[in-house]
Nanobody, 114 residues
Framework: QVQLVESGGGLVQAGGSLRLSCEAS????????MGWYRQAPGKQRELVPA???????KYAESAKGRFTISRDNAKNTVYLQMNSLKPEDTAVYYC????????WGQGTQVTVSS
């Protein structure tokens, strides 16, 4: 059974930081690239950063220099450190494989106030 459990979101002022965590089923985590996706109200879900099983990361332009994705393969967990947050980062954040499996967790809400 696929499980994706995101946590760590919250309300933060612009310029602040948050660290998101996502625990995934071992069956999908160990061999797959993982990514953090976000969906803002009225917008499509977008991939923000991704990380391969070997630890190579890639970032969307909006995240470069501010976000850092990492993973702990022993814990089946992927993290997202978000610094210098902006109001436009406000969204529900989800983790999933690359490409995504047809199952999404509940996500974690990130709200950045100006």
């Amino acid at each position: 059974q696929v499980q994706l459990v995101e946590s760590g979101g919250g309300l933060v002022q612009a310029g602040g930081s948050l660290r998101l965590s996502c625990e995934a089923s071992g069956s999908i985590f160990s061999i797959n690239a993982m990514g953090w996706y976000r969906q803002a109200p009225g917008k499509q879900r977008e991939l923000v950063p991704a990380i391969t099983s070997g630890g190579t990361a890639k970032y969307a332009e909006s995240a470069k220099g501010r976000f850092t994705i990492s993973r702990d393969n022993a814990k089946n967990t992927v993290y997202l450190q978000m610094n210098s947050l902006k109001p436009e980062d406000t969204a529900v954040y989800y983790c999933n494989t690359i490409p995504p499996v047809p199952y999404w967790g509940q996500g974690t809400q990130v709200t950045v106030s100006s």
